[in-house]
């Protein structure tokens, strides 16, 4: 195993995991201050979250879930018979509102998502999961195998997350939006302790598994990056929407336990976290290739396509095309993406939505494209639940 490196100078981290230092060292030359808070929270967690983990591990998993649903649902009376920490999160130190809240600035956000919908999920599953894949946070996933099992309903639950939290209200304590995103920050836990307590993890060369770090890096690229590629495929927000779209995720990304020091303000700030935070991590590896290329091919399986002639040329003729006209050639290439013989793929697939709206007005039913089906699946099969995984192999975890 590789060995954390021990760094000296002023303000810098006293320790970076090895895969970091080469990274580090140039974007710290662009923005020292944000390098240094990104790679001092590769070796953080969630210590609120996996404190209630660790307690809760002896338990039955059956239980877990009901005393996590009680949490969700406030009923606290079914509470206090679950572990205290749990108690302690729900009930006696909730985590606080921020200040900088406020739920009537979600408004525009929630108008603009539904507008733009699309687009959006489109860009999300063709463009901004390929950019947070490219990193370490990867390694998380081929390590349990989560993409390959049940892939396709993890993929549904990120739309149906997307969709929650953009729904009026759906950020408020009740709503299915903030339900969602504590979800994510247990189930975030729970992977950690797993891979903790495994040999599957390098800790040293890697840092934490779903750190603070990547934690805020991705939700900083849901918010920027998909604002970005949402845009390229005919997606359209006025500065008020734009500014609506940032503090939805800035919200969201609070419930999930990004830290307040390395959770951006603004889309100036989620774009400076994702470039410095891209600069420090690593070049795209094996688990990049394998982890990009099995989202890109599960894409048609989330639109409800199965069948295999159909789901290839999908595959080949329009989503691969597309994920290299948003994220550009240079990492298309070391993703081992297929070349693209087409020109302007990005055009040629505006042209194609724009002819498939038309046939569908005319014929006066729903498109039945990719993206819309997309849009579709964001609630097909994918309702709420509070169980975690159990095993670090996700063929050998029960269902969650």
Same mark, same amino acid.
């Given at each position: 195993?590789?060995?954390?490196?021990?760094?000296?100078?002023?303000?810098?981290?006293?320790?970076?995991?090895?895969?970091?230092?080469?990274?580090?060292?140039?974007?710290?030359?662009?923005?020292?201050?944000?390098?240094?808070?990104?790679?001092?929270?590769?070796?953080?967690?969630?210590?609120?979250?996996?404190?209630?983990?660790?307690?809760?591990?002896?338990?039955?998993?059956?239980?877990?879930?009901?005393?996590?649903?009680?949490?969700?649902?406030?009923?606290?009376?079914?509470?206090?018979?679950?572990?205290?920490?749990?108690?302690?999160?729900?009930?006696?130190?909730?985590?606080?509102?921020?200040?900088?809240?406020?739920?009537?600035?979600?408004?525009?956000?929630?108008?603009? $998502?539904?507008?733009?919908?699309?687009?959006?999920?489109?860009?999300? &599953?063709?463009?901004?999961?390929?950019?947070?894949?490219?990193?370490?946070?990867?390694?998380?996933?081929?390590?349990?195998?989560?993409? $390959?099992?049940?892939?396709?309903?993890?993929?549904?639950?990120?739309?149906?997350?997307?969709? #929650?939290?953009? $729904?009026?209200?759906?950020?408020?304590?009740?709503?299915?939006?903030?339900?969602?995103?504590?979800?994510?920050? $247990?189930?975030?836990?729970?992977?950690?302790?797993?891979?903790?307590?495994?040999?599957?993890?390098?800790?040293?060369?890697?840092?934490?598994?779903?750190?603070?770090?990547?934690?805020?890096?991705?939700?900083?690229?849901?918010?920027?990056?998909?604002?970005?590629?949402? #845009?390229?495929?005919?997606?359209?927000?006025?500065?008020?929407?734009?500014?609506?779209?940032?503090?939805?995720?800035?919200?969201?990304?609070?419930?999930?336990?990004?830290? #307040?020091?390395?959770?951006?303000?603004?889309?100036?700030?989620?774009?400076?976290?994702?470039?410095?935070?891209?600069?420090? #991590?690593?070049?795209?590896? &094996?688990?990049?290739? &394998?982890?990009?290329?099995?989202?890109?091919?599960?894409?048609?399986? &989330?639109?409800?396509?199965?069948?295999?002639?159909?789901?290839?040329?999908?595959?080949?003729?329009?989503?691969?095309?597309?994920?290299?006209?948003?994220?550009?050639?240079?990492?298309?290439?070391?993703?081992?993406?297929?070349?693209?013989?087409?020109?302007?793929?990005?055009?040629?697939?505006?042209?194609?939505?724009?002819?498939?709206?038309?046939?569908?007005?005319?014929?006066?039913?729903?498109?039945?494209?990719?993206?819309?089906?997309?849009?579709?699946?964001?609630?097909?099969?994918?309702?709420?639940?509070?169980?975690?995984?159990?095993?670090?192999?996700?063929?050998?975890?029960?269902?969650?």
């Amino acid at each position: 195993m590789a060995e954390l490196k021990p760094e000296t100078r002023a303000g810098a981290p006293a320790n970076i995991p090895a895969e970091y230092l080469e990274g580090y060292e140039k974007a710290r030359l662009v923005n020292p201050a944000l390098a240094d808070k990104y790679v001092a929270h590769t070796i953080i967690g969630d210590p609120v979250m996996d404190a209630i983990i660790e307690e809760m591990s002896p338990l039955p998993q059956e239980r877990v879930h009901h005393f996590i649903n009680a949490g969700m649902q406030e009923d606290f009376e079914e509470l206090r018979q679950g572990p205290e920490a749990l108690r302690r999160f729900f009930v006696d130190a909730p985590q606080p509102e921020p200040e900088w809240l406020d739920f009537n600035a979600f408004h525009a956000g929630a108008r603009a $998502f539904q507008r733009n919908a699309v687009e959006i999920l489109t860009a999300f &599953v063709t463009g901004t999961l390929i950019d947070g894949f490219a990193t370490l946070i990867s390694k998380s996933f081929t390590r349990t195998g989560r993409i $390959f099992d049940n892939g396709v309903w993890r993929l549904k639950q990120n739309n149906r997350h997307q969709t #929650e939290i953009f $729904f009026p209200g759906g950020l408020e304590r009740q709503g299915d939006g903030w339900k969602l995103s504590v979800r994510i920050r $247990f189930i975030h836990a729970q992977v950690r302790w797993l891979l903790a307590n495994s040999e599957e993890w390098e800790r040293e060369a890697w840092g934490t598994p779903i750190s603070a770090a990547h934690v805020a890096f991705a939700v900083a690229c849901f918010a920027s990056r998909t604002l970005l590629y949402s #845009e390229k495929l005919g997606a359209r927000y006025t500065p008020e929407e734009r500014a609506s779209f940032m503090q939805v995720w800035r919200y969201a990304g609070y419930l999930m336990g990004v830290p #307040e020091e390395i959770l951006f303000a603004d889309e100036d700030g989620a774009s400076e976290m994702f470039r410095i935070g891209a600069m420090c #991590e690593p070049p795209p590896d &094996v688990d990049a290739i &394998v982890m990009s290329n099995a989202l890109i091919n599960s894409a048609p399986l &989330v639109a409800g396509i199965d069948d295999p002639k159909h789901r290839a040329k999908l595959v080949n003729k329009i989503i691969y095309p597309v994920s290299r006209g948003l994220i550009g050639n240079h990492l298309a290439d070391i993703l081992q993406f297929p070349k693209v013989r087409t020109p302007c793929p990005i055009f040629l697939y505006r042209v194609d939505q724009q002819i498939q709206h038309m046939k569908a007005r005319v014929l006066k039913r729903r498109a039945e494209n990719f993206s819309a089906l997309v849009v579709t699946s964001a609630y097909d099969d994918a309702g709420l639940s509070y169980r975690l995984p159990d095993n670090v192999h996700a063929e050998e975890s029960g269902k969650w």
